[in-house]
């Protein structure tokens, strides 16, 4: 049992590690889930926790053999292009809202 392994851990915090640590996926706590659970009340803040609706794809061959640490290599990059990309794209959007306002602006100094 996780108490024994842990005895000076709190109950919600063993309660969220069988959750977490359930053999079958359908059973297992959700991230979102995990996030609202009692033991980290203190961190969860659900504004910056954004949530997707549809399931991770990971886009690496699963028909090659690899080794763990190249599997990892693989998945961490994949996950900081991933990320960068989204970040570019969010950017662009605010650049071109910024420079859309300042259109406005200028169209309204034009005007007075």
């Given at each position: 049992?996780?108490?024994?392994?842990?005895?000076?851990?709190?109950?919600?915090?063993?309660?969220?590690?069988?959750?977490?640590?359930?053999?079958?996926?359908?059973?297992?706590?959700?991230?979102?889930?995990?996030?609202?659970?009692?033991?980290?009340?203190?961190?969860?803040?659900?504004?910056?926790?954004?949530?997707?609706?549809s399931?991770?794809?990971i886009?690496?061959?699963?028909?090659?053999?690899?080794?763990?640490?190249?599997?990892?290599?693989?998945?961490?990059?994949?996950?900081?292009?991933?990320?960068?990309?989204?970040?570019?794209?969010?950017?662009?959007?605010?650049?071109?809202?910024?420079r859309?306002?300042?259109?406005?602006?200028?169209?309204a100094?034009?005007?007075?």
């Amino acid at each position: 049992d996780l108490a024994d392994l842990i005895p000076s851990a709190p109950p919600d915090a063993l309660d969220l590690l069988r959750k977490m640590l359930a053999f079958n996926p359908a059973k297992r706590i959700s991230a979102q889930e995990a996030l609202a659970h009692p033991y980290l009340d203190q961190f969860h803040n659900e504004d910056e926790e954004p949530a997707r609706d549809s399931p991770i794809e990971i886009i690496i061959a699963d028909d090659e053999k690899m080794s763990v640490s190249v599997y990892r290599d693989r998945l961490y990059s994949e996950i900081v292009k991933r990320k960068k990309e989204i970040r570019n794209r969010a950017l662009k959007k605010r650049r071109e809202k910024h420079r859309k306002e300042g259109r406005e602006e200028a169209e309204a100094e034009e005007d007075e």
